[in-house]
């Protein structure tokens, strides 16, 4: 196998969209992926950074990434498209269902989480929503795609533009010799080297290897900073008084999909490792969407599933060069988030790799602030 310039671990959208980034500015790229579910096939694809109250809590660079990254989602699923015939599932417009006036009330105070409507203005927007329906949010700009189509653009895409993927395989260990990257090994024993790495993998990380210290292994982000938040959902048959458009409520959120599909979302269950579902839990999320669309009473269940969120301590991702490691890139720890952040986080780490290109938005990402020291 020839060198390649790049080498990425993890098969997700965000190691692809990257990839597909990379490829594009003539870079050659591996990706290698794993074979296993990954976050992208368990995401329902919300692009709502106006609802999700952890991106602005977190920091102002974040929510200023969330709305730049979602900015960039029309023109990207209508080039991938365009290139791969592949139809990303794009729809804008998110409403925010209040059934009680607590809930109202919280929807008056926070400035910034789209337009306020009354019970009226709700139901000329989803005319099936429970008559209990108090008040609403609504965001004409967020939206949603289809994780699943996205992944299968993305992987055509990449490939037309010379990217190569190894699958069924994963990185284990990312090998570095006086604190640059010189090569990966492989689940089967192979070695590639490369350039740069690029570390996508979600929750499950790669070891880096020091040649100098004898091969020791060294963690790639400080212990603690990256852990796994289980999220189990499922997919209902879409009924004819199902929802139109994305509809989040206190019980479960709402994705009806072009292909008959309602996504129902999510369970938060954080450091579980399994990708087993609980029949409780399912039945609640079910309960709550039959709360918010009395039709869906009888629609048909076609699946469910578990899939691992990369969430860090801060819910902030982890973006930018690895510790110690010159060479290595992190793309991490973008918790609910991924399919929403994975446009301007591939736009940055691919001007990383293209001439050193910093997006300053990336410095409050960086590992280092996991560092008791708080330096690289």
């Not at 692009?47 to 999700?52: D, T, V, W």
């Not at 209508?78 to 015939?85: H, I, Q, V």
């Not at 087993?276 to 039959?290: E, N, Q, S, Y």
Request: hydrophobic share 50%.
């Amino acid at each position: 196998m020839s060198r390649p310039d790049v080498i990425i671990a993890g098969g997700g959208v965000i190691g692809l969209m990257t990839g597909f980034a990379l490829a594009r500015a003539g870079v050659q790229a591996i990706v290698v992926d794993s074979g296993m579910p990954a976050a992208t096939d368990a995401a329902a694809g919300m692009l709502a950074p106006s609802f999700e109250g952890a991106l602005r809590k977190a920091s102002d660079d974040l929510a200023a990434f969330g709305r730049r990254s979602l900015a960039a989602w029309p023109q990207l699923a209508a080039l991938l498209a365009e290139r791969t015939g592949v139809d990303c599932d794009f729809a804008k417009g998110v409403l925010s269902a209040a059934f009680d006036e607590a809930e109202a009330a919280a929807f008056e105070a926070d400035h910034e989480g789209g337009e306020v409507l009354g019970r009226e203005a709700v139901l000329a927007l989803e005319p099936f929503l429970s008559p209990r329906v108090v008040a609403g949010r609504y965001s004409e700009e967020d939206g949603q795609v289809d994780p699943r189509r996205v992944r299968a653009a993305l992987l055509r895409a990449f490939q037309q533009d010379g990217g190569r993927l190894l699958r069924e395989r994963t990185i284990v260990e990312i090998r570095t010799a006086n604190g640059r990257m010189d090569g990966v090994t492989l689940s089967d024993g192979e070695r590639i080297g490369a350039g740069a790495a690029i570390v996508a993998t979600g929750a499950r990380l790669p070891a880096l290897v020091d040649a100098a210290s004898g091969g020791a292994l060294h963690p790639l982000v400080p212990e603690g900073a990256l852990f796994p938040v289980k999220g189990e959902a499922l997919a209902l048959a879409r009924p004819a008084g199902g929802p139109r458009r994305v509809v989040r409520t206190k019980g479960a959120y709402l994705c009806p999909k072009s292909d008959g599909r309602i996504v129902v979302g999510a369970t938060e269950i954080a450091g579980d490792w399994s990708l087993t579902t609980d029949d409780a839990r399912v039945k609640a999320l079910r309960r709550g969407a039959v709360s918010a669309f009395a039709a869906l009473e009888a629609a048909p269940e076609i699946a469910r599933w578990a899939g691992l969120r990369p969430a860090t301590k801060d819910a902030a991702p982890i973006i930018g060069p690895a510790l110690g490691a010159d060479g290595v890139i992190l793309a991490l720890g973008c918790y609910r988030n991924g399919i929403l952040l994975a446009p301007a986080t591939a736009d940055a780490v691919a001007g990383l790799v293209c001439g050193g290109r910093k997006d300053p938005l990336i410095a409050a990402f960086s590992a280092a602030r996991f560092n008791p020291l708080g330096v690289s």
